[in-house]
């Protein structure tokens, strides 16, 4: 990385924001609330490893021109 995760994600949340990241509102998922608590409260969250991995992951992504689904 070559910034700081706060700059990572502001890059990065261009992807999220024009639906390039699906993420499931419910289910049985047991990282689902802590993915959320995170994403949400990020950059004042006590923890930010999810943040990071989503926005490394999103720009490896893009820079690769890849397309995954994880579901």
Do not use: N
């Not at 689902?32 to 992504?61: C, G, H, K, N, R």
Request: charged share 25%; no cysteine.
């Amino acid at each position: 990385p070559r910034s700081d995760k706060e700059m990572r994600m502001i890059t990065e949340s261009a992807a999220i924001k024009s639906g390039h990241m699906y993420i499931p509102l419910e289910g049985t998922q047991p990282w689902l609330f802590d993915f959320e608590q995170e994403m949400t409260q990020f950059p004042a969250a006590t923890y930010d490893d999810i943040v990071d991995m989503v926005s490394q992951f999103l720009w490896w992504a893009r820079e690769k021109r890849v397309t995954v689904d994880l579901w």
